[in-house]
């Protein structure tokens, strides 16, 4: 395996983009998810299946593997824990910027591993697909830590990215702003 070789900026440019995407597409996918559920939105999704299952499949499969690439530990690739490793060998961060990053890979490595179960059993291994719901039963896994995760995630990289350059580098998301805009307008 190849060893990345990027400098700071650039990996902690690459893990925004990848956070963007995750958090867009979680936020996406749950608001459709949600409306997907309520009777009076069945019959009018019913209308345009093709485009809102195709949707939400994209967006379940973008958010898990975006949130299995943030925290996978390959040296090849650019994540959060070769981040870490990186900050703490050229001492560019504080001991209580490190701690709180370890704390987060601590709290992430147990949501990585059901995350895993996500993009395993529902999305590279289609020879036993099961209901979602299923998928999420068996990793054990609720919305309420992916979206903790991806919140604590962006909270303690602009935390990071302010050390560091005196600076905050994640926009606010307006996916779901615009989710529910599209929403409204079908009458969904």
Same mark, same amino acid.
């Given at each position: 395996?190849?060893?990345?070789?990027?400098?700071?900026?650039?990996?902690?440019?690459?893990?925004?983009?990848?956070?963007?995407?995750?958090?867009?597409?979680?936020?996406?996918?749950?608001?459709?998810?949600?409306?997907?559920?309520?009777?009076?939105?069945?019959?009018?999704?019913?209308?345009?299946?093709?485009?809102?299952?195709?949707?939400?499949?994209?967006?379940?499969?973008?958010?898990?593997?975006?949130?299995?690439?943030?925290?996978?530990?390959?040296?090849?690739?650019?994540?959060?824990?070769?981040?870490?490793?990186?900050?703490?060998?050229? *001492? @560019?961060?504080?001991?209580?910027?490190?701690? %709180?990053?370890?704390? /987060? $890979? +601590?709290? =992430?490595?147990?949501?990585?591993? !059901?995350?895993?179960?996500?993009?395993?059993?529902?999305?590279?291994?289609?020879?036993?697909?099961?209901?979602?719901?299923?998928?999420?039963?068996?990793?054990?896994?609720?919305?309420?830590?992916?979206?903790?995760?991806?919140?604590?995630?962006?909270?303690?990289? *602009? @935390?990071?990215?302010?050390?560091?350059?005196? %600076?905050?580098?994640? /926009? $606010? +998301?307006? =996916?779901?702003?615009?989710?529910? !805009?599209?929403?409204?307008?079908l009458k969904l």
């Amino acid at each position: 395996m190849l060893e990345i070789k990027m400098n700071t900026k650039d990996q902690i440019e690459e893990i925004f983009h990848t956070l963007i995407e995750v958090e867009d597409s979680f936020k996406i996918w749950n608001k459709l998810k949600e409306h997907q559920s309520r009777q009076c939105s069945v019959n009018k999704m019913k209308k345009y299946s093709d485009f809102f299952l195709t949707t939400i499949q994209a967006h379940f499969t973008l958010y898990v593997i975006g949130l299995y690439r943030l925290f996978e530990t390959r040296n090849d690739t650019v994540n959060i824990p070769k981040l870490k490793e990186f900050l703490e060998k050229g *001492n @560019k961060l504080e001991n209580n910027k490190i701690q %709180e990053l370890n704390d /987060l $890979l +601590s709290t =992430a490595k147990n949501i990585w591993i !059901k995350i895993s179960i996500l993009r395993n059993e529902a999305i590279g291994h289609s020879a036993k697909k099961f209901p979602i719901t299923e998928v999420f039963q068996k990793a054990k896994i609720t919305h309420l830590e992916i979206e903790n995760l991806i919140d604590n995630t962006i909270k303690l990289m *602009n @935390k990071i990215t302010y050390s560091l350059y005196n %600076e905050s580098s994640f /926009l $606010l +998301s307006k =996916a779901e702003i615009h989710t529910d !805009k599209l929403i409204k307008e079908l009458k969904l």
